[in-house]
């Protein structure tokens, strides 16, 4: 069964940088075709799209915020870090990692259950 | 980058069918992925690849995709079938995944 679960501040301020960890269980991020995620959602808004890692370390950034965004893996913790910016209150939103699978693109078949960060002062 | 067009809101009787649509330029030429959120919940995915139910998923739900517009069918819509549906496609140009806007299905 595959598990995921996002931990990190709930509130910062505005410029602070915010640093998200999924955890993971259930699959390796060693493995051919594998993936995480993280997808963000606004509140009452949609889903949008931040930042993937693959088995092999190969990362991919949304084109409008690639400029704040880091990804990173610890194989051996199970864990997916996620580093933003600048932070600024529109950034306020749940933020959810997703296990992928590759299959000539990413599908999400596993979401954690989310983590509400609000951007404030 | 590549856009997806979702309807806000469809609303549907019990019993009746419901068809949330999610265009986008030459959709058809993509694959299209469906994912079912509940209030309070994370996304759930419930169709990928056009047209591939996910195991759970009921077989009241499926999908079709062509031209500028893929749908997604809800037969014998039920009470606990109301939630946001959000569809995806993978923007091969730069290499990334892309969703719509959500479509808010509420069961009168």
């Known amino acids: 069964q595959i598990t995921l679960k996002e931990s990190g501040p709930t509130l910062v301020k505005p410029t602070q940088t915010l640093t998200l960890t999924c955890t993971f269980s259930?699959?390796?991020?060693?493995?051919?075709?594998?993936?995480v995620g993280w997808i963000r959602q606004p509140p009452g808004k949609a889903l949008e799209w931040l930042a993937l890692i693959y088995w092999d370390d190969d990362k991919r950034y949304s084109p409008s915020l690639k400029n704040r965004l880091t990804i990173t893996k610890d194989t051996s913790k199970n864990h997916v870090i996620l580093t933003m910016t600048n932070m600024d209150p529109v950034d306020t939103a749940t933020y959810f990692c997703?296990?992928?699978?590759?299959?000539?693109?990413?599908?999400?078949?596993?979401w954690g259950q989310g983590t509400l960060v609000t951007v404030s002062s | 980058s590549y856009v997806l067009t979702q309807p806000p809101s469809v609303s549907v009787a019990p019993g009746k069918t419901a068809r949330i649509t999610c265009g986008g330029n030459?959709?058809?030429?993509?694959?299209v992925h469906w994912y079912q959120q509940k209030p309070g919940q994370a996304p759930v995915l419930v169709i990928s690849?056009?047209?591939n139910r996910r195991s759970g998923t009921p077989e009241r739900f499926s999908g079709s995709n062509s031209g500028n517009t893929a749908t997604l069918t809800i037969s014998r819509v039920e009470a606990g079938d109301e939630a946001d549906y959000h569809c995806?496609?993978?923007?091969?140009?730069?290499?990334?995944?892309?969703f719509g806007g959500g479509t808010k299905l509420t069961v009168l």
């Open positions: 690849y056009d047209t």
């Open positions: 997703a296990h992928g699978i590759l299959a000539g693109q990413v599908t999400f078949g596993s």
């Open positions: 259930g699959f390796s991020l060693t493995t051919f075709g594998v993936g």
């Open positions: 030459n959709i058809g030429s993509k694959s």
């Open positions: 995806q496609v993978w923007d091969s140009r730069s290499d990334h995944p892309v």
